[in-house]
């Protein structure tokens, strides 16, 4: 039977660890929101699942709301590789709250054992990130 977790205990959970989530969780992938971004659900105890919108830590990519036109449209292709990738389960490590309420950081490791991050570095569309002010994606040395 499947039970939906309230949220604002997941992210208790997250808080009374350090703001890191203990071990690893295995998600089930609902949908690709943009290039660093999926929504996923998550078994955090048998038969309780939550909801929830993942960031792939170590990563950047063009915003869908886009400052110029070729923003917009390397948003759309960086979704497109990140659908590309994502099965219907991963494994998300290292969890730890974000920036904005209702989604999590995680590392994203694919089924078949690989870490996403590196495999995404490889694409013009993607870049490192730690957390600090993002570069223009507009800025003709981008593209």
């Given at each position: 039977m499947h039970y939906l977790f309230p949220v604002f205990l997941f992210f208790f959970a997250l808080t009374a660890e350090s703001a890191t989530f203990k071990g690893v969780k295995k998600a089930t992938v609902l949908r690709v929101v943009d290039g660093d971004t999926f929504d996923a659900r998550i078994t955090l105890e048998k038969n309780y699942t939550v909801d929830i919108k993942v960031r792939i830590l170590g990563i950047d990519t063009p915003e869908r709301s886009g400052l110029c036109q070729k923003e917009i449209e390397m948003a759309e292709e960086a979704k497109q590789l990140l659908e590309k990738y994502l099965t219907t389960t991963v494994t998300l490590k290292n969890m730890k709250d974000g920036k904005y309420h209702g989604r999590v950081l995680a590392n994203v490791i694919l089924k078949n054992g690989?870490?996403?991050?590196?495999?995404?570095?490889?694409?013009?569309?993607?870049?490192?990130?730690?957390?600090?002010k993002r570069k223009p994606w507009c800025e003709s040395t981008n593209f």
């Open positions: 690989q870490a996403l991050t590196p495999i995404l570095l490889k694409s013009p569309l993607v870049r490192p990130y730690q957390g600090k």
